[in-house]
């Protein structure tokens, strides 16, 4: 297997590893066995990985905790740690959005459950209408300044949502969001591409991407239907977006470009995420030992122009693509 190679978050020093470890839908909700858990997490930690992505919702914390119980067996200079805050994390009116009081809570639940003094990287889990910009920024320049986040990012805001915090950032002299957390796969590229990595070029952002797989679509789970408890199944949303007649008629011939290169599908999609401009990681999900040994074959994939050409030319952007 050839070895992980390692990125820049756009233009800062810390480097992260080219594939990284998530933890939605996974940890703490579909795998709650500790022994798994640890498996996967030391099979990516060895093989490379050194950024863990984390979130304070999702399994309603227990995430956190799964992955912050075996990531303290690591040394913890040689690990990025992201966690994130933004969607309702109880009942209570202020528990959620990108307030002050929200920020400044969160971030410590996090930290707690995790087991770590400071986060490397703090997401804004969604763009705040409620919120001013400035107040979430100042609360972000804050946690940085007080050391429990080195550097703060964003998951899911817009190109000129990034502008206006970047401005009002420069204009107050508070440290900018470094990092910017989009879906990208072969079926959902028109944002990224269009929208995203434009604008975080200019600003010298790093970017993550998250749901390489199209949430497994892109694998060939879903060709004959969707199968009880999967994240389709599951996520009406995500269901909404992907599952479609067109798509998964793509999706069929994807599997013979895949086998004539001599890769399953799975690894293509991974491959071809991370070989694409302006991706600094892209983040893995894994349920058991077998499918993180599967997805890290990718890293011998080179993604030639004519592959890249391929690809591209089966799955098209489209211009009324929704996100």
């Not at 996967?40 to 490379?48: K, M, Q, R, T």
């Not at 990531?71 to 933004?86: D, N």
Request: aromatic share 10%.
């Amino acid at each position: 297997m050839s070895e992980m190679t390692y990125r820049p978050l756009g233009k800062c020093g810390t480097k992260v590893s080219m594939f990284s470890l998530g933890g939605w839908a996974t940890f703490g909700e579909k795998v709650t066995d500790k022994t798994v858990a640890r498996d996967i997490i030391y099979y990516a930690y060895d093989n490379g990985i050194n950024f863990f992505d984390m979130a304070d919702v999702y399994a309603g914390g227990k995430s956190e905790e799964m992955m912050g119980n075996v990531l303290k067996e690591f040394p913890r200079h040689r690990l990025v740690l992201s966690s994130k805050a933004y969607w309702p994390a109880s009942e209570d009116i202020n528990d959620r959005g990108l307030s002050r009081k929200h920020l400044m809570e969160s971030v410590e639940k996090s930290l707690k459950r995790i087991g770590t003094e400071y986060l490397d990287i703090y997401f804004c889990h969604r763009f705040d209408e409620e919120t001013p910009l400035e107040e979430t920024a100042r609360a972000m320049d804050d946690l940085i300044h007080q050391g429990k986040v080195l550097y703060w990012g964003t998951s899911e805001w817009t190109g000129q949502q990034l502008k206006e915090v970047s401005e009002i950032c420069d204009r107050k002299n508070l440290y900018r969001p470094q990092v910017e957390q989009p879906m990208y796969n072969l079926i959902e590229r028109t944002k990224f591409e269009t929208d995203i990595m434009p604008v975080a070029i200019q600003l010298g952002m790093g970017v993550v991407t998250y749901s390489p797989l199209a949430s497994g679509l892109l694998t060939g789970k879903y060709d004959n239907g969707i199968p009880q408890a999967s994240r389709l199944a599951k996520f009406n949303g995500i269901k909404n977006i992907f599952y479609k007649e067109e798509n998964l008629n793509k999706i069929r011939k994807f599997k013979k470009l895949a086998n004539e290169i001599g890769y399953n599908r799975t690894q293509l999609s991974i491959a071809w995420a991370a070989a694409q401009l302006g991706v600094s990681s892209v983040i893995l999900g894994a349920s058991s030992l077998k499918q993180i040994e599967e997805n890290f074959e990718a890293l011998n994939i080179e993604i030639t122009d004519e592959i890249n050409k391929k690809l591209r030319s089966l799955f098209p952007r489209k211009k009324d693509q929704k996100y």
